[in-house]
């Protein structure tokens, strides 16, 4: 069995024991509408796009899979409220009235919130305080482009179990930083997927798999609110120039 070089941080594994995709069934960049493309650099090149908050608990509810957090502010877009929107309300039930963290992508154009309020939205992102440890957790990623290794770099968290979309959004902004994976004319990775491996979790993201041109739609997907254990965590990049 073939064994992927690695880096001193990284654990030894065996590609063959995971599921993947096919790179014929990978989504093309060269499909996505020229706007989505600006739209999806926009939130993955830019830090100040991310949401980092510690200890809330939700004020309110709109709707049953959603949380509002009114003690809150984003002065550059004169916000003072963030509604948590999730896939289904079993999801919102693990959070209603408890002490959360928040990390995750957040937009305003066409975030419904309460009446009288600047609302931003989120979809997902949200772990439990009580479970934050307060200590970092190093998680190396394995970068390979056509197959061939390439220098890795370090992730962490201070979450035994953070979302799936934390790591996802760290991990992008570096991977956009380094190969320009949203640029419309720079750039030439065409193809790509990111797979999060641990002892409990075997997940990928397709990493041009995106539905509509704004974010209140192509962010859609971290409703999911998935959760990854980083015990024996590490995550692997696999990019692609045609």
Same mark, same amino acid.
């Given at each position: 069995?073939?064994?992927?070089?690695? #880096?001193?941080?990284?654990?030894?594994?065996?590609?063959?024991?995971?599921?993947?995709?096919?790179?014929?069934?990978?989504?093309?960049?060269?499909?996505?509408?020229?706007?989505?493309?600006?739209?999806?650099?926009?939130?993955?090149?830019?830090?100040?796009?991310?949401?980092?908050?510690?200890?809330?608990?939700?004020?309110?509810?709109?709707?049953?899979?959603?949380?509002?957090?009114?003690?809150?502010?984003?002065?550059?877009?004169?916000?003072?409220?963030?509604?948590?929107?999730?896939?289904?309300?079993?999801?919102?039930?693990? /959070?209603?009235?408890?002490?959360?963290?928040? #990390?995750?992508?957040?937009?305003?154009?066409?975030?419904? @919130?309460?009446?009288?309020?600047?609302?931003?939205?989120?979809?997902?992102?949200?772990?439990?305080?009580?479970?934050?440890? @307060?200590?970092?957790?190093?998680?190396?990623?394995?970068?390979?482009?056509?197959?061939?290794?390439?220098?890795?770099?370090?992730?962490?968290?201070?979450?035994?179990?953070?979302?799936?979309?934390?790591?996802?959004?760290?991990?992008?902004?570096?991977?956009?930083?380094?190969?320009?994976?949203?640029?419309?004319?720079? @750039?030439?990775?065409?193809?790509?997927?990111?797979?999060?491996?641990?002892?409990?979790?075997?997940?990928?993201?397709?990493? #041009?798999? /995106?539905?509509?041109?704004?974010?209140?739609?192509?962010?859609? #997907?971290?409703?999911?609110?998935?959760?990854?254990?980083?015990?024996?965590?590490?995550?692997?990049?696999?990019? /692609?120039?045609?």
């Amino acid at each position: 069995m073939y064994i992927l070089p690695v #880096f001193n941080f990284f654990y030894t594994f065996a590609v063959e024991t995971y599921d993947s995709p096919k790179i014929e069934h990978l989504k093309s960049k060269s499909l996505l509408d020229t706007t989505a493309l600006y739209n999806i650099k926009s939130v993955y090149s830019n830090k100040s796009s991310f949401l980092d908050i510690k200890n809330r608990t939700n004020s309110t509810q709109l709707l049953s899979n959603d949380l509002i957090f009114n003690d809150f502010k984003i002065e550059e877009w004169n916000k003072n409220s963030l509604k948590a929107e999730f896939n289904s309300s079993d999801v919102t039930k693990n /959070f209603k009235s408890k002490n959360v963290d928040i #990390f995750g992508a957040y937009y305003g154009a066409n975030c419904v @919130g309460e009446v009288g309020k600047n609302t931003a939205c989120i979809y997902g992102g949200i772990t439990l305080h009580e479970k934050s440890e @307060g200590q970092k957790h190093n998680i190396g990623v394995n970068v390979l482009k056509n197959n061939i290794q390439q220098k890795g770099f370090v992730i962490s968290t201070s979450k035994k179990e953070p979302t799936a979309q934390e790591l996802d959004l760290k991990t992008r902004n570096i991977l956009q930083d380094q190969y320009k994976l949203y640029n419309s004319e720079t @750039g030439d990775i065409q193809r790509g997927y990111i797979q999060f491996h641990s002892d409990t979790s075997n997940v990928y993201y397709d990493l #041009f798999d /995106f539905n509509g041109k704004y974010s209140s739609d192509f962010l859609k #997907f971290y409703g999911d609110n998935k959760l990854i254990n980083t015990k024996n965590l590490h995550i692997d990049v696999y990019l /692609f120039s045609a």
